[in-house]
C-alpha cells in the first residue's frame, strides 16, 4: 500500500505564504491522480486543487483559484501546494490523496495521508 506523508503546516498570519509538502513511499504514483483537501472543524471535507502526474495539469477549487498552486517532483514523488494570500477561511486540516482517476469527491481517491494542520489568524 502507498504511505503518504503530509508536512508544512503551521500557524501564520492572513496575506502570508506556507508550502505543504506531500511525500509518498511505496507503489510509484506515476498515472495517479494526485489532489489536495482540506477539512475545518464542522465541515465537511473539501477538493483544494489536483494535479496528474504524467499529462501536466492541475486542478483548483474556486476558493483557492489564482493563490495556491500544486507542483511535483516526480523524481522525489512528491507534490506541493504553495499557498498564497492566505485567508482565516483557508484554516483546515490539510491531506493529500491519490487516486486512479480525477475527481473533485473525496470518496474517489483511496490513499490518504494523516494530515497537516494550517492555522491562519487576522
Known amino acids: 500500500q502507498v504511505h503518504m506523508v503530509e508536512s508544512g503546516g503551521g500557524l501564520v498570519q492572513a496575506g502570508d505564504s506556507l508550502r505543504l509538502s506531500c511525500a509518498t513511499s511505496g507503489r510509484s504514483f506515476t498515472n495517479y491522480f494526485m489532489g489536495w483537501f482540506r477539512q475545518a472543524p464542522r465541515k465537511e471535507r473539501e477538493f483544494v486543487g489536483g494535479?496528474?502526474?504524467?499529462?501536466?495539469?492541475?486542478y483548483y477549487a474556486d476558493s483557492v483559484k489564482g493563490r495556491f498552486t500544486i507542483s511535483r517532483d516526480n523524481a522525489k514523488n512528491t507534490v506541493d501546494l504553495e499557498m498564497n494570500s492566505l485567508k482565516t477561511e483557508d484554516t483546515a486540516v490539510y491531506y493529500c490523496?491519490?487516486?486512479?482517476?480525477?475527481?473533485?469527491?473525496?470518496?474517489?481517491?483511496?490513499?490518504w495521508g494523516q494530515g497537516t494542520q494550517v492555522t491562519v489568524s487576522s
Open positions: 490523496a491519490a487516486g486512479v482517476v480525477f475527481s473533485t469527491r473525496s470518496r474517489d481517491y483511496v490513499y
Open positions: 494535479i496528474t502526474w504524467t499529462g501536466g495539469s492541475t
